[in-house]
Nanobody, 125 residues
Framework: VQLQASGGGLVQAGGSLRLSCEAS????????IGWFRQAPGKEREFVSG????????YYADSVKGRFTISRDNAKNTVYLQMSSLKPEDTAVYYC???????????????????WGQGTQVTVSS
């Protein structure tokens, strides 16, 4: 499966952005899709995840209440709506997918075989 991430940009603190992750090559059915981010000099970290079947969602504590992950079955796309953005949210955001992610591994990047190319999010203060 090929993933295409988009929607990043430059926004002021307090603003909003919506990231998209579109799959091609097959549907997301049965997959877990995760959003990760990596800031300069830092390790890649889990942001949010969604089980395509059932729609269960998961968030890092740092974004809970500000970010919302959702899916569009018809468009085979996962969205990450980011609100109340902070300068510390600045990073390259990646979407990832895999069909065999167990719940305890969802927050680990090594659990995912398929990755999008990343989209830059910059939040100015």
């Amino acid at each position: 499966v090929q993933l295409q991430a988009s929607g990043g940009g430059l926004v002021q603190a307090g603003g909003s952005l919506r990231l998209s992750c579109e799959a091609s090559g097959r549907t997301f059915r049965g997959y877990t899709i995760g959003w990760f981010r990596q800031a300069p000099g830092k390790e890649r970290e889990f942001v949010s995840g969604i089980r395509w079947s059932g729609g269960h969602t998961y968030y890092a504590d740092s974004v809970k209440g500000r970010f919302t992950i959702s899916r569009d079955n018809a468009k085979n796309t996962v969205y990450l709506q980011m609100s109340s953005l902070k300068p510390e949210d600045t990073a390259v955001y990646y979407c990832a997918a895999d069909a065999n992610v167990i719940l305890s591994a969802m927050r680990h990047s090594s659990a995912y075989d398929y990755w999008g190319q990343g989209t830059q999010v910059t939040v100015s203060s």
